[in-house]
C-alpha cells in the first residue's frame, strides 16, 4: 500500500534526506537540528549557516515541495505557531531566552491577554452552574490533561460528583453515553490536541449538557459552547507558557468554592475529618 505522502515541514525533509547531494544533505540536517532558523533567517542567512550557495537552498525548499523559500518559511512559522516545540528551536536564539526575567515577563503578558478576555459574569455563572449540575466532567488532552485534574481535584472539595476525562482503561463513549443536559462539561482545548478532542467537544454539546470551552485554540469560538474561555500561551522558548491557562482553572476553583454555601462547607469539613480518621496529611 502507498505511503501518504509527508505533509509537515520536518517529515518532508526527513523523507527526502536519504535522496540528496551531500551539499544538500549538509543543509537538511543543519535544517533538522534547528528547524526554527527557516522561520526567522532570509535564505541567504541559512545558507551562509550551512556553508552552503543560495543555489542550493533554491533546489533543497523545491525538492521539498514548496515553490520558493518564502514559501517554505511561511510554513515553519505556522507550523511553530501551532505545533511542534521542535520548529521553535533555532541558532540565533534571543540572550535573553531562558532567564528568569524573560519568562516573567511573557508570563505576565499571558496572564494579562488572558484577563482581559474574561468576564466576571462568565466565571460567576459557571461556578453557579456547576453548583446545579447533576454531574461534572472535566477533560483534557495531553498537556490539557494534568491541568483537567487540577481542577476537578479542586472543586471536588464542594461537588461530590466530578469526573476527569478520559478515564483509564476506558474509552470515551462510556462517559459521553452517560452525559445529560443536566451536566456541566468543561474541556480544555489546547494546541495540538489529538483529533478526537473536537469531537469529545461535539458530541457532549450533542448531549445538550452546558459545555465550556478553555483553551488557546481560535477555532474553538466556532463551537456551539454556552462558554468560550480563551487563554493565552504566547512563548519566546520552545514549550508553549501555560500560565494563562492555569489562571483560569484556579479563578473557577476559587470562585465554586467561594460560592459553595452550607452544604459545600458541610462537605469540606467531612473531608477534613476523613483526613484525620484516615491519617493521610
Same mark, same amino acid.
Given at each position: ?21 551531500? =551539499? !544538500? &544533505? ?11 532558523? $527557516? ?5 541567504? /542567512?541559512?545558507? /551562509? ?16 515541495? +514548496? ?23 533555532? =541558532?540565533?536564539?534571543?540572550? &535573553? ?15 494579562? =491577554? ?27 488532552? &495531553? ?6 485534574? +487540577? ?22 463513549? !462510556? ?26 467537544? !461535539?458530541?457532549?454539546?450533542? =448531549? ?12 474553538? /469560538? ?23 491557562? $492555569? ?26 475529618? $476523613? ?7
Amino acid at each position: 500500500m502507498k505511503r501518504p505522502s509527508p505533509t509537515t515541514f520536518m517529515a518532508r525533509v526527513r523523507a527526502i534526506l536519504p535522496d540528496l547531494h551531500p =551539499t !544538500e &544533505r549538509r543543509l537538511a540536517e543543519a535544517v533538522l537540528d534547528f528547524p526554527g532558523d $527557516m522561520a526567522g533567517y532570509s535564505a541567504s /542567512e541559512i545558507a /551562509e549557516l550551512a556553508k552552503v550557495s543560495n543555489a542550493t537552498v533554491s533546489r533543497f525548499v523545491r525538492k521539498l515541495g +514548496y515553490a520558493s523559500y518564502d514559501e517554505a518559511r511561511k510554513a515553519v512559522r505556522e507550523e511553530g505557531r501551532t505545533g511542534s516545540a521542535l520548529l521553535r528551536f533555532g =541558532t540565533a536564539q534571543d540572550a &535573553r531566552t531562558g532567564t528568569v526575567a524573560q519568562h516573567l515577563e511573557q508570563s505576565r503578558l499571558n496572564l494579562d =491577554t488572558t484577563y482581559e478576555g474574561l468576564a466576571s459574569e462568565s466565571v460567576d455563572d459557571i461556578a453557579k452552574a456547576l453548583h446545579a449540575a447533576r454531574r461534572v466532567w472535566l477533560a483534557g488532552f &495531553r498537556a490539557g490533561y494534568p491541568l483537567a485534574s +487540577y481542577l476537578g481535584w479542586q472543586i471536588q472539595q464542594v461537588l461530590p460528583h466530578v469526573s476527569v476525562l478520559p478515564k483509564p482503561g476506558e474509552t470515551l463513549a !462510556e462517559s459521553v453515553a452517560t452525559m445529560a443536559a443536566e451536566d456541566v462539561v468543561i474541556l480544555l482545548l489546547l494546541r495540538r490536541n489529538p483529533k478526537m478532542a473536537w469531537t469529545l467537544a !461535539e458530541a457532549a454539546i450533542a =448531549t445538550g449538557a452546558h459545555v465550556a470551552l478553555l483553551g488557546d485554540v481560535p477555532s474553538m /469560538e466556532a463551537l456551539p459552547a454556552r462558554w468560550h474561555l480563551p487563554c493565552a500561551t504566547t512563548s519566546a522558548g520552545p514549550l508553549l507558557n501555560h500560565v494563562g491557562v $492555569m489562571a483560569v482553572c484556579n479563578l473557577l476553583a476559587a470562585r465554586t468554592l467561594e460560592l459553595s454555601g452550607p452544604e459545600g462547607r458541610q462537605r469540606m469539613g467531612h473531608i477534613e475529618d $476523613m483526613h484525620d480518621r484516615l491519617e493521610e496529611l
